[in-house]
C-alpha cells in the first residue's frame, strides 16, 4: 500500500540554524499536507500543496512539493525556540477522504 | 480551531476490560477519523467514517470498533484492550472545501495494564 516516508526522524539544532525535513511517497499525490504538533499537543494543520513544483512561503517556512508529486520538503530558515515540535507530512490514501502520515521529524532547539 | 472534544483525556484501564472513547464535534463536518500515536510510528489511521452509520478501516484497525449514530459523535471502542493498545488516540475531522486539512482534538491518552 501507499507508505509516506519522513526524514530525519530527530533534529537537533542550534537556535539560528536552518532545519529541513523530507517526505517521500511510494505513490504519486495529488496533493500533499504538513502539520505541526507541539510537545503535548495535537497536531495542526500548516499547508496543502497541490501542483506539481509548487513552492509556499509562510513567514521563515518554506514548503516544496516535487515536480513528480512524490515527495515535498519543508525548511525553516533561523529557526527559534517556538519551532520546537515535530512535524509531519501527509498524503491522500485512496479516495483521498484518508490522509497518510509519515513517521514526523522531532525538531528541538536549543537557545 | 474546530470545536472538537474528547473525553475522557486520560483513562487507565486494565487488560480485557472494554473501553469507549468519545469524540463530539460541534462544526458539522462529514468525515471523522481515529488516529493513535505511538513513538516512532506517526499516526496510524484506526477506523474512520464518511457519514451517520457509514463507516470503514483503517490500517490498524484490528481490536477496535467504532459507531457514528449522529453526525456530531464518533465512538472508538476496544472491547477487550490490550497493553498493546496503550497509546495517545486523536479524533480528527475534516469538512468541505478546496482545502482537505484535518482538525485535530486534544487527544486522549489510554494506559492499559
Known amino acids: 500500500g501507499q507508505q509516506v516516508m519522513q526524514i530525519p526522524q530527530y533534529q537537533h539544532v542550534q537556535e539560528g540554524e536552518d532545519f529541513t525535513t523530507y517526505c517521500n511517497s511510494s505513490t504519486t499525490l495529488s496533493n500533499i499536507q504538513w502539520y505541526k504538533q507541539r510537545p503535548g499537543g495535537h497536531p495542526v494543520f500548516l499547508i496543502q500543496l497541490v501542483k506539481s513544483g509548487e513552492v509556499k512561503k509562510q513567514k521563515r517556512l518554506t514548503f516544496q512539493f516535487g515536480e513528480a508529486k512524490k515527495n515535498s520538503s519543508l525548511h525553516i530558515t533561523a529557526t527559534q525556540t517556538t519551532d520546537v515540535g515535530t512535524y509531519f507530512c501527509a498524503g491522500p490514501r485512496g479516495s483521498g477522504s484518508r490522509l497518510t502520515f509519515g513517521e514526523g521529524t522531532q525538531l528541538t532547539v536549543n537557545p | 480551531d474546530a470545536g472538537i472534544t474528547q473525553s475522557p483525556r486520560h483513562k487507565v484501564t486494565e487488560t480485557g476490560t472494554p473501553v469507549t472513547l468519545r469524540c463530539h464535534q460541534t462544526e458539522n463536518h462529514r468525515y471523522m477519523y481515529w488516529y493513535r500515536q505511538d513513538p516512532g510510528h506517526g499516526l496510524r489511521l484506526i477506523h474512520y467514517s464518511y457519514g451517520v452509520k457509514d463507516t470503514d478501516k483503517g490500517e490498524v484497525s484490528d481490536g477496535y470498533s467504532v459507531s457514528r449514530s449522529k453526525t456530531e459523535d464518533f465512538l472508538l471502542t476496544l472491547e477487550s484492550a490490550t497493553s498493546s493498545q496503550t497509546s495517545v488516540y486523536f479524533c480528527?475531522?475534516?469538512?468541505?472545501?478546496?482545502?482537505?486539512?484535518?482538525?485535530f482534538g486534544s487527544g486522549t491518552q489510554l494506559s492499559v495494564l
Open positions: 480528527a475531522t475534516k469538512g468541505a472545501g478546496a482545502e482537505e486539512k484535518l482538525f
